[in-house]
C-alpha cells in the first residue's frame, strides 16, 4: 500500500510517499501563489523520485496552512496532529515539540503513540516567533544567518525588557546608540524570544524527551538559551521540514486501512 | 486532547483552554456564548467537540468577553452551562 | 491660585497652567532622555507664554508614564485619573473616555459625577497604539499628519488582518507590491486599531457621550474609523494631547 503525505506551509510545500511505513521518497518546493500548484509539484517530484506514478497512491492526506486547497487529497488534518505524529516516527521516545517558524510557534505534547495530549499556539504576535529574529538582524545590520553565531560571543546579555518586538526595537536602538557590543544585544535579544517560548512550552507542560523543529532550530543562539530555561538538551531533526508529511502519510496509512477494512465489511 | 486556543502578546495572555477529552458535544455552551465563539466540529481523531472558530482565534481576547469582567457578570456563559467542566479561560 | 499639571509622556511631555477656572497656558515638548530636565523646560516655556514665573506656581502634579521622576512636583497621579478629570472637566457629559497616545491605549468608564467606574487600558503590545500608526505610515512613506486625510479618500478598504504591528507592516509591503492604492491601504490600517480599540471595549462598555483623547485624537481618519466601529460619535477637545495635563492641574487646584 502506498499512501502520500502533503505538507503545504506558507514557504514551502512537501510530499513524503510511504510503502508500509517505509519512507520511499520526498520533495520540498518552494510555496507559489497558487497552493493547489505547489501540491502538484511537490507530489510529483516525490512520484519521480519514487520511480511511482500518481495512480499508485492509494491515499493522500494533506496538513498545514494550505490543506484544504489540495484538490486530490482525501482527507485533511491540522499541522498539530500530523507534525506530533510525525515527530513520534523519528523519535519515538519524544513527548515534547517545539515547532519555531518564521510566523508562529508551536508547543505540543504528545504521548506514547504520537497522539496529541496539549498543544498552544502562537501566531499572533511577532516576539515569540521567528519574526523577532528577522526584525533585530535588520536593525542590527547583521545577516539573520550569523546572529547565533555572533551572540555566543556575548560574554554578558544586554537587557531587552519589553515583550512586543515594537518596542523591543527601540530598546535595541538605543542599546546601539550607547554602544553595546552588537554579541551582547543578540544574547538579549534570543534571552527575549527563548523567554516567550518557555512560556509557551510551560502553558503544555515539559515532558522527556523534547525535540526542537522549524526554521529557528538553525539559529544556535535561540536552541542554547531554550535548551538552559529546559534544563533539557534538545533533539534536533536533520529534515525538520518534512516532519509535518511524515505524520500526514502516516495519518494517510491509518486511515486507508480503515477505509479498506470497511469496504470489505460492506461487501461480505 | 487539551487545546489552548488564542495566543500571547506584549499585554498578556489570551488563551481558551479546551479539555476535549472531557468535552460529550452537547452543544450548550456554543449555544450560551453571546459573542458566537464556540462551535463543533469533528477533531483530528474523529470526535466531535467543541472548538474556538477560526476567525475568533487570532483575537479571543477581544472577542471573547473572558470570565472576567464580561461574561462573568451574565449568570449564563459558556463555562457555566458545561457539566464537564471543559472550558477554561487564561485572563 | 496658579498651579500646574505635567504629563511626562513616554515620547512628549505636556503642561497646563491652570487659575481656577481659567486655563492660563499649555505646552507640549517632545520629551529627550532626562525626564525631569524636559519637565522643567516644558514647564518654564509654559510660563512664558503666560508670564508668570515658576514661584508662582503654588502645587503641582504629574502624571504619565515617567511621573515618578519628576522632583520639583509635590504629588503625582494616574494617567487614568487625570485623564478622566480632564475630559470630565471638558465635556460634563462624558461617560467613556478613549485615550490613544503614543505608545498606549486605554478606555474609561465615568459615572455621571465623572468618577471612574471601569478602566481597561494596553501600553505593553504596539497594537492599537500611536506607534502602529508611525510604523504604517513610514511603511508607505506618508506623513503622519497626513494619513487621517488620506485614508478617508479611499475607495475600497483594504483588508489588514493582523493587528500584530509588525505583522501588519509586512502586510502592508505586500499590498504595495500588490499594487493596492495607497489610500484603501491606510483605510484598512484605521480599521484595524478600531477594531481593537471595540475589542477593549468589550470589556468595559461603551456610554455616551465618548470623548477621545490623545495624539491620535489629531487624526480625523481613526475619528471616522473608530465612530463607524463603536455606532457613535466621539468628542474631541480642541488640544487632545493636554488633557491628562490638564486633569492633573485640575488634581492641583483641588488639592488645597
Ligand atoms: S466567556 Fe463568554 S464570550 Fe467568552 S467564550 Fe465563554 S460565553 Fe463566549
Ligand atoms: S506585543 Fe508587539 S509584537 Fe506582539 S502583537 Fe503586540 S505589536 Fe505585535
Not at chain 1, 498552544?120 to 504576535?125: I, V
Not at chain 1, 538579549?188 to 515532558?207: C, D, K, S, W, Y
Not at chain 3, 492633573?248 to 483641588?254: E, G, I, Q, S
Request: negative net charge; contains cysteine; aromatic residues 6%.
Amino acid at each position: 500500500m502506498i499512501v502520500a503525505g502533503v505538507d503545504i506551509g506558507s514557504l514551502s510545500g512537501e510530499t513524503v510517499l510511504m510503502r508500509d511505513g517505509e519512507i520511499l521518497s520526498y520533495s520540498i518546493v518552494r510555496t507559489g501563489a497558487d497552493s493547489a500548484k505547489t501540491a502538484e509539484k511537490a507530489t510529483d517530484e516525490a512520484l519521480d523520485n519514487a520511480s511511482i506514478s500518481f495512480g499508485d497512491i492509494e491515499y493522500t492526506v494533506a496538513t498545514g496552512y494550505g490543506r484544504v486547497i489540495v484538490p486530490f487529497a482525501d482527507k485533511n488534518i491540522t499541522e498539530i496532529s500530523c507534525h506530533a505524529r510525525g515527530a513520534n516516527y523519528l523519535f519515538p521516545t519524544v513527548r515534547t515539540i517545539l515547532d519555531m517558524g518564521g510566523q508562529d510557534c508551536k508547543a505540543i505534547k504528545c504521548n506514547d503513540v504520537g497522539k496529541v495530549t496539549n498543544f498552544a499556539m502562537n501566531d499572533k504576535c511577532a516576539a515569540g516567533t521567528g519574526r523577532f529574529c528577522d526584525v533585530m538582524a535588520e536593525v542590527l545590520d547583521e545577516p539573520l544567518e550569523d546572529i547565533g553565531r555572533i551572540s555566543l560571543e556575548a560574554e554578558r546579555d544586554a537587557m531587552v525588557s519589553s515583550a512586543c518586538a515594537v518596542f523591543a526595537k527601540s530598546e535595541v536602538v538605543s542599546l546601539l546608540r550607547k554602544g553595546t557590543p552588537k554579541s551582547e544585544i543578540l544574547s538579549g535579544v534570543h534571552e527575549a524570544i527563548a523567554t516567550r517560548v518557555f512560556a509557551l512550552l510551560q502553558r503544555v507542560g515539559i515532558e522527556a524527551d523534547f525535540v526542537i523543529t522549524g526554521g529557528i532550530a538553525k539559529n544556535i543562539g535561540v536552541v542554547r538559551k531554550v535548551a538552559e530555561k529546559v534544563g533539557m538538551n534538545p533533539l534536533i531533526s536533520d529534515e525538520p521540514q518534512i516532519v509535518g508529511a511524515i505524520g500526514a502519510a502516516l495519518f494517510a496509512e491509518e486511515l486507508c486501512k480503515k477505509a479498506k477494512h470497511k469496504d470489505r465489511s460492506k461487501s461480505q | 486532547m487539551i487545546v489552548n486556543y488564542g495566543y500571547t502578546d506584549g499585554s498578556g495572555d489570551y488563551y481558551i483552554v479546551i479539555d476535549t477529552d472531557k468535552c460529550d458535544g452537547c452543544g450548550k455552551c456554543v449555544d450560551a456564548c453571546p459573542q458566537n465563539v464556540l462551535e463543533l466540529a469533528e477533531d483530528d481523531y474523529g470526535d466531535i467537540v467543541v472548538r474556538v472558530r477560526d476567525e475568533v482565534k487570532s483575537k479571543v481576547g477581544y472577542v471573547c468577553l473572558g470570565f472576567n469582567p464580561g461574561c462573568s457578570k451574565n449568570e449564563v456563559n459558556c463555562r457555566s452551562v458545561c457539566e464537564h467542566d471543559v472550558i477554561s479561560h487564561t485572563w | 491660585m496658579i498651579v500646574a499639571g505635567i504629563d511626562v509622556g513616554s515620547l512628549s511631555t505636556k503642561v497646563v497652567l491652570l487659575e481656577d477656572d481659567r486655563i492660563l497656558a499649555a505646552n507640549i515638548l517632545t520629551t529627550g532622555e532626562e525626564g525631569v530636565v524636559m519637565a522643567r523646560k516644558a514647564t518654564d516655556e509654559a510660563l512664558r507664554k503666560a508670564n508668570i514665573s515658576f514661584d508662582q506656581l503654588e502645587y503641582i502634579v504629574t502624571t504619565g508614564y515617567g511621573r515618578k521622576s519628576i522632583s520639583f512636583a509635590k504629588e503625582s497621579k494616574s494617567e487614568m485619573m487625570c485623564h478622566a478629570k480632564g475630559a470630565y472637566w471638558l465635556f460634563p457629559s462624558a461617560r467613556t473616555v478613549i485615550d490613544i497616545g503614543a505608545e498606549s491605549s486605554k478606555i474609561i468608564r465615568l459615572n455621571k459625577n465623572g468618577v471612574v467606574e471601569d478602566f481597561v487600558g494596553n501600553d505593553k503590545c504596539a497594537a492599537g497604539t500611536g506607534i502602529f500608526l508611525d510604523t504604517m505610515a513610514k511603511a508607505l512613506e506618508v506623513s503622519i499628519e497626513e494619513v487621517g486625510e488620506l485614508s478617508l479618500k479611499h475607495k475600497e478598504k483594504a483588508m489588514i488582518s493582523s493587528m500584530c504591528a509588525v505583522f501588519a507592516e509586512s502586510e502592508v509591503v505586500s499590498h504595495v507590491h500588490r499594487g493596492t492604492p495607497r489610500n484603501d491601504i491606510l483605510a484598512g490600517i484605521h480599521d484595524s486599531i478600531a477594531e481593537r480599540i471595540f475589542g477593549m471595549s468589550n470589556r468595559v462598555g461603551i456610554m455616551d457621550d465618548v470623548v477621545m483623547t490623545g495624539g491620535v485624537a489629531k487624526n480625523i481618519g481613526m475619528i471616522k474609523a473608530l465612530e463607524e466601529k463603536l455606532g457613535t460619535i466621539l468628542h474631541v477637545p480642541e488640544h487632545p494631547r493636554v488633557v491628562g495635563a490638564l486633569g492633573a492641574a485640575l488634581v492641583a487646584r483641588d488639592s488645597k
